[in-house]
């Protein structure tokens, strides 16, 4: 999925729950929530690729934690507790791009 196929609200909502996640005091996303929106949204749309049905919502939510580990930690083998964190805001992430589904 490329960026300009994200509408503008989808990122918007993204983008205001990472906020939510950061305000909240979730430490991993203390980054600009505009850095990280574009690559939670684009692994989450690209789950199916890695064997994840779009039904199996909490394997889903952890392949978006797996990524964000991936992408935005220095050491991703030394995470330890924060891994907590990723998990909690890729649910956030999951709960703007579909909302009301529940996990």
Same mark, same amino acid.
């Given at each position: 999925m490329a960026d300009d196929d994200v509408s503008a609200e989808t *990122? $918007? &909502?993204v983008v205001a729950a990472i906020a939510r996640a950061r305000d909240e005091g979730c430490p991993v996303a203390s980054r600009q929530p505009e850095e990280i929106a574009p690559v939670a949204i684009r692994r989450w749309y690209s789950s199916n690729r890695r064997g994840l049905k779009p039904s199996d919502r909490k /394997? &889903?939510?952890?392949? *978006? $934690?797996? /990524? =964000?580990? $991936?992408?935005?930690?220095?050491? !991703?083998? =030394?995470?330890? !507790? =924060? &891994?907590k964190d990723y998990e909690y805001l890729a649910g956030c992430v999951a709960e703007a791009l579909e909302p009301g589904r529940g996990g």
């Amino acid at each position: 999925m490329a960026d300009d196929d994200v509408s503008a609200e989808t *990122l $918007a &909502r993204v983008v205001a729950a990472i906020a939510r996640a950061r305000d909240e005091g979730c430490p991993v996303a203390s980054r600009q929530p505009e850095e990280i929106a574009p690559v939670a949204i684009r692994r989450w749309y690209s789950s199916n690729r890695r064997g994840l049905k779009p039904s199996d919502r909490k /394997g &889903r939510i952890r392949d *978006l $934690a797996k /990524g =964000l580990v $991936a992408h935005f930690d220095f050491e !991703p083998t =030394l995470i330890g !507790p =924060l &891994r907590k964190d990723y998990e909690y805001l890729a649910g956030c992430v999951a709960e703007a791009l579909e909302p009301g589904r529940g996990g």
